[in-house]
Nanobody, 120 residues
């Protein structure tokens, strides 16, 4: 089985920065895709950023130029550096990893979520 542990959320003033981390452990052979989603109260969960194993990244238009996704394949960890935070970035942030386990099958795993609150 695979476990994901998120960290790094918190309360920050508008214009500030936070760095989220999501570390995976367990029966991991490879991680093809690492992504961050967020869900604000009363809204649907939305994709914030994703990193594909071959190096390509994609961002939601609302975070382009402010957020950066990065990955450390050796540590099975994905990061989300969030700069110039805005109150509308307030949400619970979830990591999502497409993991190839040691049996060869690929599964999607979610982190437990971490609250990010940006005050105005």
């Amino acid at each position: 089985q695979v476990q994901l542990v998120e960290s790094g959320g918190g309360l920050v003033q508008a214009g500030g920065s936070l760095r989220l981390s999501c570390a995976a452990s367990g029966s991991i052979s490879n991680i093809n895709r690492m992504a961050w989603y967020r869900q604000a109260p009363g809204k649907q969960r939305e994709l914030v950023a994703e990193s594909i194993i071959r190096g390509s990244t994609n961002y939601a238009d609302s975070v382009k130029g402010r957020f950066t996704i990065s990955r450390d394949n050796a540590k099975n960890t994905v990061y989300l550096q969030m700069n110039s935070l805005k109150p509308e970035d307030t949400a619970v942030y979830y990591c999502n990893l497409n993991v190839v386990v040691t049996s060869g099958h690929e599964y999607s795993f979610w982190g437990q979520g971490t609250q990010v609150t940006v005050s105005s």
